[in-house]
């Protein structure tokens, strides 16, 4: 059963990534046509299996509009609202936490995609790229 929710999540943020780049590359000439297709070629393995990572998809993906492209192309995941930022506990402070895949760390809610639909598997990190635990969210058990 909770497979089948995780499948049906998975789903419907890959259905809002395609509306809104779709309707995105429907009006403006860019480069976000590639970035498209490459969702479309990929198919649902583009959305990552991580439950934080597809609720900041789903939060930036809210509106639709192409504000919602612009957000996901751009925004770091340090600028996220409190509300679904990838937070960690280290030593005395709370930090912004990092996405590796492979051995990149990256920091973009773009890279939380993975458009070359190889399955590749994510995980939260810290700068040095040592995996870390992230805080449960407000109101939530993770």
């Known amino acids: 059963m909770i497979k089948q929710l995780n499948e049906a999540k998975d789903l419907n943020v890959y259905k809002q990534l395609l509306k809104a780049f779709g309707d995105f590359t429907g009006q403006y000439v860019t480069g976000v046509g590639k970035v498209y297709r490459d969702m479309l070629e990929a198919g649902l393995k583009c959305v990552p299996k991580d439950k934080r ?3 900041i998809l789903a939060l930036v993906l809210t509106d639709g509009s192409s504000k919602a492209v612009q957000d996901v192309l751009n925004v770091r995941l340090a600028e996220l609202p409190i509300t679904v930022r990838p937070i960690y ?6 930090l912004t936490a990092f996405w590796k895949k492979g051995d990149k760390i990256l920091d973009k809610v773009y890279d939380l995609l993975d458009l070359k639909g190889e399955g590749a598997k994510g995980e939260w ?3 040095k790229g040592e995996k870390v ?3 449960a969210l407000e ?4």
């Open 139 to 142: 109101g939530t058990e993770e």
């Open 89 to 94: 506990k280290s030593a005395n402070s709370k």
């Open 53 to 55: 990572a597809q609720d």
């Open 133 to 135: 635990e992230l805080l």
């Open 125 to 127: 990190t810290d700068e």
